[in-house]
């Protein structure tokens, strides 16, 4: 039984997050649904990291398991056809060995976050960019943001709901980049690491806008971490900003195949 992985972009507006839901629409639902065009399933397909509801994607890897041992550029072509008129595209498609992973074979997630600095109500971005009313000083931001990088107890940054075994990550990177957007003055926020908690990049990003804000000294991120209390963290910012990037492996399953 052939194994594929898939590189897919999403837009998560329409979507209740990646995971398949009985009675909801999911980007694993509409991309199952697409494979079950091509051959008898059920499907069942795993994803580098599951996002929530309203959360986009540009580089999320998936993985699926077919009968027929397929050209992947045609996979690919023949799941974009089926998958309309959602807004989901598979970008790139490799066959991977039998025993490779979307998600326990990763060893990097890479995170970017759009942050809209204007009064005026956005009408292109909706949707896909977190709008403050605001300029943020981005000199503090990033002095606060430095306080995160490392490995740490994140507790303050983590949903109650995460189930991940341990608090405990290792986050290697945090930039912030000034951009002139079309629609005004953005942050886009990176972050990079092994892997991230539930609303990690959500919490950390709406805990720095305080300290952009003024609300927040950059000293009190420090703080906040150390506590290791989720009420010590700043407000979780809404998911619209948010886009799962890349996923890194040890060796890129889809390289050569042309895709971007």
Not at 2 to 9: C, G, N, V
Not at 54 to 80: I, T, Y
């Amino acid at each position: 039984m052939p194994r594929y992985a898939l590189r897919i972009e999403y837009d998560g507006a329409p979507f209740s997050g990646w995971q398949r839901q009985a009675d909801r629409p999911s980007v694993q639902g509409a991309i199952e649904a697409a494979l079950g065009r091509l051959e008898p399933g059920p499907h069942t397909i795993a994803a580098a990291g599951r996002t929530d509801t309203g959360v986009h994607a540009l580089g999320q890897v998936a993985q699926c398991d077919l009968q027929k041992d397929w050209d992947p550029f045609r996979l690919s072509e023949a799941l974009n056809h089926h998958v309309k008129p959602q807004p989901v595209a598979i970008v790139a498609c490799a066959r991977v060995a039998d025993d490779w992973h979307a998600r326990f074979s990763a060893i990097e997630r890479r995170y970017l976050f759009r942050l809209l600095m204007r009064r005026a109500p956005t009408v292109h971005d909706r949707g896909r960019v977190w709008q403050v009313p605001r300029v943020l000083d981005v000199a503090l931001m990033r002095e606060g943001a430095a306080h995160l990088v490392g490995h740490h107890d994140f507790t303050t940054f983590r949903s109650s709901i995460c189930q991940a075994k341990s608090p405990v990550k290792t986050l290697d990177e945090i930039t912030i980049e000034e951009v002139k957007g079309l629609a005004g003055p953005e942050l886009w926020f990176r972050l990079r690491a092994r892997s991230f908690l539930h609303n990690q990049v959500r919490s950390i990003v709406g805990t720095l806008e305080r300290v952009g804000a003024g609300a927040w000294a950059p000293g009190d991120v420090a703080k906040s971490l150390a506590a290791r209390d989720r009420a010590a963290c700043g407000p979780v910012c809404p998911p619209q900003g948010l886009y799962l990037a890349a996923v890194r492996y040890p060796q890129d399953p889809f390289a050569g195949t042309g895709a971007h």
